[in-house]
């Protein structure tokens, strides 16, 4: 297939973007370089920089494209607090663009990368597709909002859409993985403090309901997320919009996350333990049962796994001070 893949220069996109390369699709990436990197986009693919309201429409234009998976968004959730008229500008008002866009070029499939935020506090756990979405923040409400556009233009266009919402994505996948800036993350956050980086990383919180007090979440390796990507790409039905959360179905706690990255660096890493960050739940943690039965997807890489192979690739890069 022809794929058009926005923010194929980021964490998430350039890691699926390698892997459809590699199962013989042939891909453009169209990315404004906000936040991803030019070096990330898979050899083999052409890189489109422009945002999508300049560029989606000129590169669909000709009609040769099959479908279109969509990454490109700002992501951050405390920046969307401090700043929502920007998040639901460049996440609503950007993708809105991008289906318009779409929808005069005659593409109608779509794989949109949505997210756990959508749900705000969970009301069980795990979370199934059909609990109550809540948000708590404005990314989780931008991210929500597309869902449901999605759903207009699956009823209305005829579009063949899937949203997948990602819980917490962790790992890398040849030679590709997280450079955010600044990072957020808390696996790449620990890493940095290994690398010598930071002095020590900031625990936020250790009073939740939870069996060691902090928080707990459900971490997914990119290379399983990438795996996801290319079955709900074919699993893309004219006038359907089908919704699936990509979890591993287990949760880690942060503490046991340090853990963790203590045994695979062989570092201390000092914690200071911080007031909560504003808009944490206690406990995300994913039922993914509905991908696994309706399209045999399931998590294969564990919690070792991910913090090893971020590691591997935090390692490879040039300290921040020689960049
Ligand atoms: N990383 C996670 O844990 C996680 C969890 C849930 C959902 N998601 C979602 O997955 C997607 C990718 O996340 P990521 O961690 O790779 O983020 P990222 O910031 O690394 O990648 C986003 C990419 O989109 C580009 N971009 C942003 N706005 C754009 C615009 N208007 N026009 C063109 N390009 C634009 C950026 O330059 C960047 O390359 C996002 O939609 C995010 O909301 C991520
Ligand atoms: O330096 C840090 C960074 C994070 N944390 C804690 O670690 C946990 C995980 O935090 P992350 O920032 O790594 O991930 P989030 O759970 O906040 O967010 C991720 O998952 C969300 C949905 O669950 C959204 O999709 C969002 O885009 C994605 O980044 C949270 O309890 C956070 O407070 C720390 O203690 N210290």
């Keep these: 297939m022809k794929l058009l893949v926005t923010g194929g220069a980021g964490y998430v996109g350039s890691t699926v973007a390698a892997r459809l390369v590699a199962a013989g699709h042939t891909v453009v990436v169209l990315d404004d370089l906000s936040t991803g990197h030019a070096d990330a986009v898979p050899a083999g693919s052409e890189l489109v920089v422009a945002s999508l309201r300049k560029g989606a429409a000129d590169v669909l234009a000709d009609g040769s494209f099959d479908a279109v998976l969509h990454f490109a968004a700002k992501s951050v959730t405390g920046e ?118 930071k002095s020590e990383v900031s625990l936020f919180g250790t009073d939740y309901p939870t069996p060691d007090g902090t928080c707990v979440r459900d971490y997914i390796h990119v290379s399983d997320l990438a795996e996801a990507h290319l079955l709900a790409l074919n699993a893309c039905e004219p006038g359907r919009h089908r919704v699936y959360n990509l979890g591993s179905g287990s949760g880690h706690s942060v503490a046991e996350v340090i853990e963790v990255c203590r045994k695979v660096t062989g570092h ?56």
């Excluded at 499939?109 to 935020?117: D, H, Y």
């Excluded at 201390?268 to 943690?285: A, K």
Aim: hydrophobic content about 40%; some cysteine.
């Design 268 to 323: 201390p890493i000092p914690v200071r333990t911080c007031p909560r960050r504003d808009g944490d739940p206690s406990v995300l943690v994913a039922s993914s049962e509905k991908i696994f039965r309706e399209l045999g997807w399931t998590a294969e890489r564990d919690l070792l796994t991910m913090v090893s192979d971020a590691w591997a690739f935090a390692r490879s890069l040039p300290h921040p001070d020689q960049t």
């Design 80 to 197: 969307s607090v401090a700043r929502p008229g920007y998040y639901w500008d460049q996440n609503l008002g950007e993708s809105l663009a991008l289906f318009d866009a779409m929808r005069r070029a005659g593409v109608g499939r779509i794989v949109f990368s949505s997210t756990a935020a959508t749900y705000g506090n969970p009301e069980n756990t795990p979370i199934r597709e059909t609990d109550p979405t809540r948000p708590v923040s404005p990314y989780g409400a931008t991210k929500l909002a597309i869902d449901t556009a999605l759903s207009s233009y699956a009823e209305l266009h005829g579009f063949g859409a899937v949203s997948l919402r990602y819980f917490n994505v962790a790992g890398a996948h040849e030679g590709l993985g997280e450079r955010h800036e600044p990072e957020t993350h808390l696996i790449a956050n620990v890493l940095a403090v290994a690398l010598g980086h």
